[in-house]
């Protein structure tokens, strides 16, 4: 059984076009994450959400929306998609908000590419 | 704010030989660390990570990492490889509110047969 499972796993898409991501744990975690891996393989973290509470967005231009719709799924949608939007996406989730203690699990990403 | 520095972007060893991946942090508290493994076209798995305590920890796979305040160290290693050990390496830092990890830039680690 995946753990974090995320769909689709290759997405590509014309400049201006929306598209969401979506991400789904089994772990019976409350906290979910979203990262961006850009082509250096630099990880950064976007947004968290501890069950359905935005926690985190680390400046994440506002055609990026996150949505949890319950504490087991977080999707991603991407409105107006740019050429910088091209990267690799990875879902996670720990057991809980805990001052940088908890383990995250990663999903296998979804490599977004626009042209 | 935290950050943490790969100061190895490529390394490659020989097939039994010993492993060590450098990792150094900065960040104003007792730092939280980990490390991830990332396989070609997959996730990241967890290695292993530091929360207190003993300052050498025991990962899976072989894999062990040394917590080292004085340095603000916590690198990586494995007394011999495996082919099936390459793969990207990301050193990590969890710190304060969000849980919000701080990545690295990796290290590319190649295998020779």
């Known amino acids: 059984d995946t753990a974090v499972s995320q769909t689709p796993k290759y997405l590509v898409t014309q400049m201006g076009n929306d598209k969401s991501i979506k991400c789904e744990q089994n772990?019976?975690?409350?906290?979910m994450y979203w990262y961006k891996q850009d082509s250096k393989k630099f990880l950064k973290i976007m947004f968290s959400?501890?069950?359905?509470?935005?926690?985190i967005n680390e400046t994440v231009p506002n055609r990026f929306s996150p949505k949890s719709p319950d504490k087991a799924h977080l999707n991603l949608h991407i409105n107006s998609l740019e050429l910088g939007d091209s990267a690799v996406y990875f879902c996670?989730?720990?057991?809980?908000?805990?001052?940088?203690?908890?383990?995250?699990?990663f999903g296998p990403g979804t490599r977004l590419t626009v042209l | 704010a935290q950050s943490v520095t790969q100061p190895d972007i490529h390394i490659t060893v020989s097939e039994g030989a010993s492993l060590e991946l450098r990792c150094n942090y900065s960040?104003?508290?007792?730092?939280?660390l980990f490390w991830y493994v990332q396989s070609p076209g997959q996730g990241l798995q967890l290695l292993l990570k530091?929360?207190?305590?003993?300052?050498l920890v025991q990962g899976i796979k072989g894999f062990e990492a040394e917590f080292k305040r004085s340095q603000s160290s916590f690198n990586l290693r494995k007394p011999s490889v495996h082919w099936s050990d390459a793969a990207e390496y990301f050193c990590?830092?969890?710190?304060?509110?969000?849980?919000?990890?701080?990545f690295g830039t990796g290290t590319q680690l190649k295998v020779e047969l």
């Open positions: 996670a989730s720990s057991q809980r908000i805990g001052g940088g203690t908890d383990t995250q699990y």
């Open positions: 772990l019976g975690h409350d906290t």
């Open positions: 959400y501890n069950n359905k509470e935005l926690i």
């Open positions: 960040y104003g508290a007792t730092p939280y």
């Open positions: 530091y929360f207190s305590g003993d300052t």
């Open positions: 990590a830092v969890g710190a304060g509110g969000g849980n919000k990890l701080t």
